[in-house]
């Protein structure tokens, strides 16, 4: 579970890499999908593999040869890790056969794992920009409190 949880983080990341860069742009953060921010053309989907594509590329489009951002990177490796560590320290404290307490537990651990991504972007919005959007703030909010229900309800049923 934990070396999923690595993986989902990997590919969170990633996806917060867009969110930073679109978001304050006031762009879809679904569509298109992600473009070499140089030569604007897309991105193979197997460059595109969380953490692998960025060093599979050595940090270069394949293009264009123009430097991808170790930021990047960084961003899935440490979202990744987040995940990883979370999900872990639940495991750890869940030491007791099912009990109701887990729906807690777990809806606790859903809760900062969200967070965590939302404190992320916003300070890489703000490293970049200097403001935070307020609909970062909302989506956050509203997507831990979100997966804190999910998981509450999950685990205790
Ligand atoms: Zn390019």
Redesign the pocket.
């Known amino acids: 579970m934990v070396a999923w949880s690595f993986l989902l983080g990997a590919s969170v990341g990633s996806f917060l890499n867009v969110v930073v860069y679109r978001l304050p742009a006031g762009k879809s953060l679904l569509r298109p999908g992600s473009r ?1 921010p ?2 604007e ?1 897309p991105i193979r989907p197997w460059h595109n593999v969380p953490i692998l594509g960025w060093l599979l590329l050595r940090g270069r ?1 394949y ?4 430097p991808i951002s170790a930021r990047y990177l960084l961003v899935e490796l440490i979202t990744a890790i987040w995940f990883a560590l979370i999900v872990g320290i639940g495991f750890y404290l869940q030491t007791e056969p099912a009990s109701s307490h887990f729906g807690i537990l777990w809806a606790f651990v859903a809760n900062l794992v969200v967070l965590g991504c939302g404190v992320l972007c916003g300070l890489l919005i703000f490293m970049d920009r200097e403001k935070v959007p307020r609909s970062l703030v909302v989506l956050t909010l509203v997507g831990a409190l979100g997966v804190g229900i999910l998981f509450a309800v999950l685990r205790t049923s």
């Open positions: 070499c140089h030569c053309r489009c293009d264009c040869d123009a």
